[in-house]
Protein backbone atom coordinates (compact mmCIF):
# COMPACT_ATOMS: atom_id res chain seq x y z
CA UNK A 1 0.00 0.00 0.00
CA UNK A 2 1.66 2.93 -1.67
CA UNK A 3 1.53 5.69 1.74
CA UNK A 4 3.20 8.43 -0.12
CA UNK A 5 2.25 8.90 -4.09
CA UNK A 6 3.64 10.94 -6.86
CA UNK A 7 0.99 10.34 -9.50
CA UNK A 8 2.81 12.04 -12.61
CA UNK A 9 5.82 9.84 -13.70
CA UNK A 10 7.26 12.61 -15.93
CA UNK A 11 7.17 16.33 -16.53
CA UNK A 12 8.81 18.36 -19.09
CA UNK A 13 9.22 21.84 -18.85
CA UNK A 14 11.07 24.61 -20.82
CA UNK A 15 14.23 26.54 -19.38
CA UNK A 16 13.60 29.32 -17.31
CA UNK A 17 9.59 28.46 -16.52
CA UNK A 18 8.89 26.77 -13.45
CA UNK A 19 8.63 23.46 -12.39
CA UNK A 20 5.87 22.03 -9.78
CA UNK A 21 6.43 18.17 -9.03
CA UNK A 22 3.63 17.08 -6.54
CA UNK A 23 3.23 14.81 -3.60
CA UNK A 24 0.08 13.01 -2.39
CA UNK A 25 0.31 11.17 0.99
CA UNK A 26 -2.45 9.55 3.25
CA UNK A 27 -0.83 8.32 6.43
CA UNK A 28 -1.81 11.54 8.69
CA UNK A 29 0.88 10.59 11.18
CA UNK A 30 3.81 12.02 8.66
CA UNK A 31 5.29 14.99 10.15
CA UNK A 32 8.06 15.43 8.03
CA UNK A 33 8.84 15.49 4.25
CA UNK A 34 11.64 15.42 2.09
CA UNK A 35 12.63 15.72 -1.87
CA UNK A 36 15.68 14.00 -3.49
CA UNK A 37 16.94 14.17 -6.56
CA UNK A 38 18.30 11.36 -8.51
CA UNK A 39 20.45 11.48 -11.78
CA UNK A 40 20.84 7.89 -13.44
CA UNK A 41 23.04 5.38 -12.62
CA UNK A 42 23.68 7.44 -9.16
CA UNK A 43 22.06 7.17 -5.90
CA UNK A 44 19.21 9.67 -4.26
CA UNK A 45 20.80 13.19 -2.91
CA UNK A 46 19.01 14.90 -0.40
CA UNK A 47 17.40 18.14 -2.07
CA UNK A 48 15.28 19.98 0.44
CA UNK A 49 12.57 19.04 3.38
CA UNK A 50 10.08 20.79 5.62
CA UNK A 51 8.86 20.18 9.18
CA UNK A 52 4.93 19.59 9.53
CA UNK A 53 5.17 22.88 11.80
CA UNK A 54 5.52 25.01 8.70
CA UNK A 55 4.07 25.18 5.16
CA UNK A 56 6.84 26.44 3.05
CA UNK A 57 10.63 26.03 3.39
CA UNK A 58 13.00 28.04 0.69
CA UNK A 59 16.37 27.06 -0.86
CA UNK A 60 17.26 28.85 -3.32
CA UNK A 61 15.67 28.04 -6.27
CA UNK A 62 13.85 25.27 -4.49
CA UNK A 63 10.66 25.61 -2.56
CA UNK A 64 8.51 22.94 -0.99
CA UNK A 65 4.83 23.91 0.28
CA UNK A 66 3.35 21.82 2.41
CA UNK A 67 -0.57 21.75 2.70
CA UNK A 68 -1.38 19.54 5.45
CA UNK A 69 -5.09 19.59 5.04
CA UNK A 70 -4.87 17.99 1.96
CA UNK A 71 -2.44 15.67 2.32
CA UNK A 72 -0.23 17.19 -0.44
CA UNK A 73 3.17 18.62 -1.07
CA UNK A 74 4.78 19.92 -3.72
CA UNK A 75 8.06 20.95 -5.19
CA UNK A 76 8.52 24.20 -6.98
CA UNK A 77 11.89 25.78 -8.99
CA UNK A 78 12.17 28.52 -10.24
CA UNK A 79 14.01 29.11 -12.73
CA UNK A 80 14.09 25.31 -14.30
CA UNK A 81 17.69 24.78 -15.43
CA UNK A 82 18.73 21.93 -18.13
CA UNK A 83 20.70 20.47 -15.19
CA UNK A 84 17.66 19.98 -13.05
CA UNK A 85 16.89 17.33 -15.37
CA UNK A 86 16.53 14.58 -13.04
CA UNK A 87 14.27 11.79 -11.08
CA UNK A 88 12.74 13.58 -8.10
CA UNK A 89 11.52 11.15 -5.49
CA UNK A 90 9.44 12.61 -2.49
CA UNK A 91 9.48 10.72 1.68
CA UNK A 92 7.51 11.17 4.36
CA UNK A 93 8.35 10.16 7.66
CA UNK A 94 6.55 10.00 11.74
CA UNK A 95 8.09 10.89 15.38
CA UNK A 96 5.72 7.85 15.85
CA UNK A 97 3.73 5.24 14.25
CA UNK A 98 6.57 3.85 11.66
CA UNK A 99 9.30 3.31 13.60
CA UNK A 100 11.68 6.47 12.14
CA UNK A 101 11.45 4.95 8.51
CA UNK A 102 11.08 6.80 5.33
CA UNK A 103 8.73 5.88 2.64
CA UNK A 104 9.01 7.33 -0.34
CA UNK A 105 7.15 7.70 -3.80
CA UNK A 106 7.26 6.09 -7.13
CA UNK A 107 9.67 9.76 -8.36
CA UNK A 108 8.46 11.96 -11.24
CA UNK A 109 10.96 12.64 -13.84
CA UNK A 110 11.84 15.99 -14.71
CA UNK A 111 13.41 17.14 -18.06
CA UNK A 112 14.13 20.56 -18.42
CA UNK A 113 14.21 21.77 -22.18
CA UNK A 114 16.91 23.97 -23.61
CA UNK B 1 36.65 11.98 0.28
CA UNK B 2 34.01 11.25 2.91
CA UNK B 3 30.90 9.25 1.50
CA UNK B 4 28.93 5.28 0.90
CA UNK B 5 30.17 2.86 -1.84
CA UNK B 6 28.35 0.08 -3.17
CA UNK B 7 30.20 -2.59 -5.22
CA UNK B 8 29.63 -3.72 -7.58
CA UNK B 9 27.86 -1.42 -10.15
CA UNK B 10 26.21 -4.18 -11.81
CA UNK B 11 25.82 -8.21 -10.93
CA UNK B 12 24.55 -10.72 -12.40
CA UNK B 13 23.87 -14.23 -10.63
CA UNK B 14 22.09 -17.04 -11.35
CA UNK B 15 18.90 -18.11 -10.23
CA UNK B 16 19.22 -20.66 -6.89
CA UNK B 17 22.62 -18.46 -5.92
CA UNK B 18 23.21 -16.72 -3.03
CA UNK B 19 24.34 -13.04 -3.52
CA UNK B 20 26.43 -10.12 -1.14
CA UNK B 21 25.72 -6.62 -1.71
CA UNK B 22 28.61 -4.73 -0.63
CA UNK B 23 27.89 -0.97 1.38
CA UNK B 24 30.43 0.58 2.91
CA UNK B 25 30.63 4.47 4.88
CA UNK B 26 33.47 6.50 6.07
CA UNK B 27 30.81 9.43 7.32
CA UNK B 28 31.04 7.68 10.78
CA UNK B 29 27.20 7.55 10.63
CA UNK B 30 25.29 5.53 13.31
CA UNK B 31 22.39 4.17 11.18
CA UNK B 32 22.19 2.07 7.90
CA UNK B 33 19.50 0.99 5.15
CA UNK B 34 19.28 -1.14 2.20
CA UNK B 35 16.36 -0.30 0.07
CA UNK B 36 15.34 -1.82 -3.17
CA UNK B 37 13.98 -0.06 -6.18
CA UNK B 38 11.82 -1.48 -9.01
CA UNK B 39 10.32 0.43 -12.09
CA UNK B 40 7.55 2.23 -11.30
CA UNK B 41 7.63 2.06 -7.36
CA UNK B 42 9.30 4.06 -4.98
CA UNK B 43 12.11 2.54 -2.82
CA UNK B 44 11.12 -0.05 -0.59
CA UNK B 45 13.14 -0.46 3.21
CA UNK B 46 14.55 -3.86 3.17
CA UNK B 47 16.14 -3.72 6.66
CA UNK B 48 17.85 -1.23 8.93
CA UNK B 49 20.72 -0.45 11.56
CA UNK B 50 20.39 1.72 14.39
CA UNK B 51 24.15 0.76 15.44
CA UNK B 52 26.91 -2.15 15.21
CA UNK B 53 25.46 -5.88 16.18
CA UNK B 54 21.67 -4.31 15.52
CA UNK B 55 19.80 -4.97 12.81
CA UNK B 56 15.64 -4.31 12.09
CA UNK B 57 13.84 -5.96 9.12
CA UNK B 58 12.00 -3.25 7.24
CA UNK B 59 9.03 -3.64 4.59
CA UNK B 60 10.45 -6.62 2.46
CA UNK B 61 13.10 -8.48 4.63
CA UNK B 62 12.00 -11.74 3.12
CA UNK B 63 14.83 -13.58 1.68
CA UNK B 64 17.39 -10.89 2.54
CA UNK B 65 20.02 -11.25 5.33
CA UNK B 66 21.96 -8.68 6.87
CA UNK B 67 24.74 -8.49 8.93
CA UNK B 68 26.88 -5.14 10.89
CA UNK B 69 29.80 -6.27 12.67
CA UNK B 70 31.61 -2.50 12.26
CA UNK B 71 30.55 0.76 11.94
CA UNK B 72 31.34 1.19 8.37
CA UNK B 73 29.84 -1.79 6.91
CA UNK B 74 26.01 -3.14 6.65
CA UNK B 75 26.34 -5.97 3.63
CA UNK B 76 23.55 -6.98 2.28
CA UNK B 77 23.00 -10.78 1.18
CA UNK B 78 20.01 -11.68 -1.41
CA UNK B 79 19.43 -15.36 -1.14
CA UNK B 80 17.94 -17.36 -2.77
CA UNK B 81 14.51 -17.51 -1.44
CA UNK B 82 14.06 -14.14 -2.71
CA UNK B 83 11.30 -14.76 -5.26
CA UNK B 84 11.76 -11.74 -7.50
CA UNK B 85 15.61 -10.60 -6.05
CA UNK B 86 16.45 -8.74 -10.26
CA UNK B 87 15.96 -4.78 -8.83
CA UNK B 88 18.12 -2.09 -8.16
CA UNK B 89 19.50 -1.79 -4.69
CA UNK B 90 20.59 1.14 -2.78
CA UNK B 91 22.39 1.55 0.55
CA UNK B 92 22.04 4.75 2.86
CA UNK B 93 23.62 6.10 6.05
CA UNK B 94 22.45 8.87 8.50
CA UNK B 95 24.00 10.24 11.40
CA UNK B 96 21.68 8.49 13.64
CA UNK B 97 18.03 6.71 13.50
CA UNK B 98 15.84 9.29 13.16
CA UNK B 99 12.66 10.43 11.72
CA UNK B 100 14.61 13.56 10.57
CA UNK B 101 17.54 12.87 9.33
CA UNK B 102 18.96 12.96 6.08
CA UNK B 103 19.77 9.69 4.69
CA UNK B 104 22.58 9.70 2.16
CA UNK B 105 22.50 6.96 -0.71
CA UNK B 106 24.97 4.87 -2.30
CA UNK B 107 24.89 5.05 -5.91
CA UNK B 108 23.41 1.69 -6.10
CA UNK B 109 24.49 -1.71 -7.06
CA UNK B 110 22.04 -3.25 -10.22
CA UNK B 111 21.01 -6.97 -9.29
CA UNK B 112 20.48 -9.39 -12.41
CA UNK B 113 19.12 -12.84 -11.79
CA UNK B 114 19.32 -15.04 -15.06
Known amino acids: DQQVKQNSPSLSVQEGRISILNCDYT??????FLWYKKYPAEGPTFLISISSIKDKNEDGRFTVFLNKSAKHLSLHIVPSQPGDSAVYFCAASALRGTGNQFYFGTGTSLTVIP | DGGITQSPKYLFRKEGQNVTLSCEQN?????MYWYRQDPGQGLRLIYYSQIVNDFQKGDIAEGYSVSREKKESFPLTVTSAQKNPTAFYLC?????????????FGPGTRLTVL
Open chain 2, 92 to 104: ASSVRLSFTDTQY
Open chain 1, 27 to 32: NSMFDY
Open chain 2, 27 to 31: LNHDA
